[in-house]
């Protein structure tokens, strides 16, 4: 029996349309190699359609997404023509909040040894490396993201923008719990609480929970990493990182830094996710006009993001079947420039949707 699902597609700005298309045939055969199908609802909802309209997501959007969607696969958002990019914080930062996609789920794995730019992860003579597999989990609706503040005495020489960071113990627990609870399903054996909380008095309840949270797991080892010792030692070491927690600031910069390490923003996926509601899965990469309509752009982020979608919609085996795909395009040399290939967006995700279509179903 076919297992069928709705997802919608926001392909946003800049390449993101691109590097959607690509992908798009890749995912639907991982599906399909398990008996699943994908109905895709194409949404227009960008720069050009705000431009345009002046809407960003409208209600009626938001209502079909909530009631209708199980899944939300977003491009890009971002364009210089739209000042401060309103469209994208209302579509992006709008449905984190009113769907209360409170987990920013970012993996960093290194797919091929030779995309570290550390020394110390190239190959060895027996052909074995180090490995770098970080989950990164990342507060999704709280602090300083909200955008609570005031400016006072603006225009003056006194001028002071003051911005709010709010932590909250149920906004917490709720982070942390879901670190601990993947761990555990995923057999992980160490989660790191990063903050800053010796320099900022309110990151404290981040420790005082992490600890109450973490005594109900005791298979799991915890350690406590000030952000910028973990930065620091993110580079020296990252092999001895499994799963990582952090606020919603640290984990936007920590997660950046940990995916430059197994190969740059073109294999950055991210999921947002609140059991029991549609997740928003989206590559980390911005928009990146200078690049869109030249056929360049990397489509693997979005590939990896796939298989995160699909793992989200009960498909795990489907989801590591794709993930096979881009690690067979990698072996093969079939790679954009960012990553030292020549290969266009099209001929990456075609050759990795060709590959997943080479063999026979998977028997049920």
């Known amino acids: 029996m076919t297992r069928r699902f709705t997802v919608a597609v926001i392909p946003g700005d800049g390449i993101g349309p691109e590097v959607i298309d690509a992908a798009i045939p890749a995912i639907e055969n991982a599906a399909r190699w398990g008996s699943a199908a994908i109905r895709w609802r194409h949404l227009p909802y960008g720069a050009e359609h705000f431009i345009r309209t002046g809407e960003t997501l409208p209600d009626a959007a938001f209502v079909m997404l909530q009631s209708e969607c199980q899944g939300i696969l977003l491009g890009a958002l971002g364009d210089p023509r739209v000042p401060d990019n309103e469209h994208a914080r209302d579509i992006l930062l709008g449905l984190r909040t009113r769907l209360d996609l409170y987990v920013n789920f970012r993996p960093c794995r290194l797919w091929s040894q030779d995309l570290c730019p550390l020394s110390s992860f190239s190959e060895e003579a027996d052909g074995a490396g180090k490995d770098i597999d970080i989950a990164i989990f990342r507060e999704n609706t709280e602090g300083l993201y909200l955008g609570r503040g005031r400016i006072a005495q603006e225009g003056t020489p006194d001028e002071e923008h003051i911005a709010e960071e709010v932590h909250t113990s149920t906004g917490v627990s709720r982070i942390i719990r879901a670190a601990f609870e993947w761990a555990r399903t995923h057999r992980r054996s160490r989660i790191t609480l990063c903050d800053k ?69 073109g294999l950055a996926p991210s ?94």
């Open 197 to 265: 909380s010796n320099a900022i008095p309110a990151h404290r309840l981040w420790g005082r929970v992490f600890g109450e949270i973490g005594s109900q797991y005791p298979e799991i080892e915890r350690e406590h990493r000030y952000a910028d010792a973990l930065a620091m030692e993110l580079i020296r070491d990252p092999a001895r990182f499994d799963v990582i927690v952090a606020n919603n600031l640290l984990g936007d910069i920590l997660s950046d830094i940990a995916a430059e390490l197994v190969g740059g923003l």
């Open 271 to 364: 999921a947002n996710l609140h059991p029991g509601r549609p997740g928003l899965f989206e590559p980390v990469h911005g928009s990146a006009p200078s690049l869109a309509g030249r056929d360049v752009a990397n489509p693997m982020a979005v590939l990896l993001t796939g298989a995160l979608m699909l793992e989200a919609l009960g498909l795990p085996a489907e989801a590591g079947r794709l993930e096979d795909g881009v690690r067979a395009a990698l072996n093969a040399g079939v790679r954009t420039a960012d990553l030292g290939g020549s290969a266009s967006t099209r001929e990456v995700g075609a050759w990795i949707a060709g590959h997943l279509s080479t063999d026979v179903a998977r028997p049920h």
